[in-house]
């Protein structure tokens, strides 16, 4: 068998195709790989179906899967078909083995998407000596892809959260399938609009957002704003994991202005206050008991708000947490310490959707799990240009989407060479 013939079928090229040459440049550590249609051949109108005529053609060249160590790229000349029908004109066909406008073939980008999960772009990039913007190219159109075939018609409960891009106030906003636990949709920004942006997305992929009965959010005020705007039917609920947060951090910066008063007692402290007394060792808790039993500090105090705030959120139900919660917050808002009033007020101020947890039973933890994944993934990557391509990873981590369908069914088919 001629290497030629021997080629085309291990790239599952079929007639009008073939393989016509086949050079190796040991030098420039390449083999190429030229592919050419039969004369007289005609191909399906890229518009309406009608077998067509070549009208004239144009070269175009596609890195392919490695031969041994030796990169590997095909060359075409891509025919430009005149359809018989007049409203079609003259069209450029699109070749078995690759993706429109792409200059990879099928399988390479097979290869690219799995690698994706697992492995920083940037060394995909050394691996594969190939760009890294023409990497990411590849994981928009194909997330671009897969998310044009997304059915949100039963999405009903739904989280959001916002995750850092870069240092300083760079952000994304996330939005979750909080039932199928799947990333929905992401966007640059943390303020109202990122929901307005959601709902029309959810929109555009057969979602409803009057049917929004769910929705899992921090206290932040431009998510309330925009949750209530746009999902009018929606119960809130302020995660409980944000809300102990909130009194954590209450508590950190009563301790910090403390230390600078009493060093000696409170030095090195830190984590003795936020640490759960059941994570404490031996050591650790004896001096965290000396603190309390000695001293009437202001940190004493704010720590105890915290284990008793935490405590609510063992109730067995609503009205057990309520009355948990009315005895905390009758307590705080008698507190001689300013901030922990405040946060007592702030409480007040987010009541029923503190509670709501103990209806919907939703919760930050499936997020907060997702939002680690996306942070380790850009820490691996040493950071992401841009936002959007964190978007673009966020998806890939988390949006469960489905690329095999994406693939024609002639990548299946083609062996690596």
Known sequence: ??????????????????????????????????????????????????????????????????????????????????????????????????????????LFEALVMTLARDLPVNVMARLLTVTDNRLWRVLDAYVAKARDNEDHSAVSRIGMDETSAKKGHNYVTLFYDLDQRKLLFGTPGKDHETVTEFAADLIKHGGDPEQITDVAIDMSKAFIKGAKGKFPHAVLTFDHFHVIQLMTKTLSKIRAEESRLFPEILNKSRYLFLKNPENLTSEEEQRLNAIIAGQNLKSTEAYLHKLNLQNVYFAENRQEAEALLTQWHDQASASRVPLIRKMAATVKAHWSGILGHFDSNLNSGFLEGVNSLIQAAKARARGYRNTKNLITMAYLIAGKLKFDALFDQKVHTVQPT
């Open 1 to 106: 068998m001629q290497p030629e013939a021997l080629f085309g079928l291990a790239l599952g090229i079929t007639p009008p195709w073939e393989v016509t040459s086949v050079v190796f440049t040991k030098e420039a550590n390449r083999i190429d790989l030229t592919i050419d249609f039969q004369r007289g051949a005609t191909f399906p109108c890229p518009v309406c179906g009608a077998s067509s005529p070549v009208h004239d053609t144009t070269e175009k060249e596609w890195r392919h899967l490695n031969f041994f160590q030796y990169e590997a790229y095909l060359h075409a000349r891509v025919p430009r078909v005149k359809c018989p029908n007049n409203d079609c004109g003259v069209k450029l066909i699109q070749v078995p083995w690759a993706r429109a406008n792409s200059g990879f073939t099928l």
